[in-house]
């Protein structure tokens, strides 16, 4: 099974994402239309000019073995997170270049949910959730749609780009 985009989800301040079946995302911006895009997220003040606050990944995988596990029924959009992926391991792209659609990425860091997901989401997400999201800075501009296949392409964070 190759490693793809299931599902795209874009939010306003204080909105529930929407899924989306295409985003532009722009190089050291983010998605265009997101909260953070328009630097109107919970943390946009503390993230600003942060190049991990650009993109966020989680693994339908993971979701749905947090459904399992619990007992609860959080949906993909829940999460919050920008592209929910299937058939790939996030962790293995952190500090890696690797493309979706005509977009190139480098992985960052895990995206670990906080306190004010936990809050407005479900309390199980702190524990259960832990280092399975994943943040990236976008390298260059381009489209994403769903079932787009992620290419790893380097291994390691070009000498370049300023986090």
Do not use: W
């Amino acid at each position: 099974m190759s490693a793809i985009i299931m599902e795209i989800y874009c939010a306003q301040r204080a909105m529930a994402p929407e899924l989306q079946p295409m985003v532009e995302v722009q190089a050291g911006k983010g998605l265009v239309g997101d909260r953070y895009f328009n630097a109107e997220g919970t943390f946009s003040d503390k993230l600003q000019g942060n190049r991990k606050s650009e993109i966020t990944f989680i693994a339908s995988e993971e979701i749905d073995c947090f459904n399992n596990k619990v007992g609860e029924s959080l949906g993909y959009g829940d999460v919050r997170r920008n592209l929910v992926t299937r058939g790939i391991e996030l962790k293995s792209l952190i500090d890696r270049v690797f493309t979706i659609g005509t977009a190139k990425f480098l992985g960052i860091e895990h995206c670990e949910p906080c306190a004010h997901l936990a809050a407005t989401v479900n309390s199980k997400v702190l524990p259960h959730l832990a280092h399975t999201g994943l943040r990236a800075a976008i390298l260059e501009s381009g489209n994403i749609q769903v079932g787009d296949q992620i290419q790893v392409v380097g291994a390691s964070a070009p000498e370049c780009v300023n986090l």
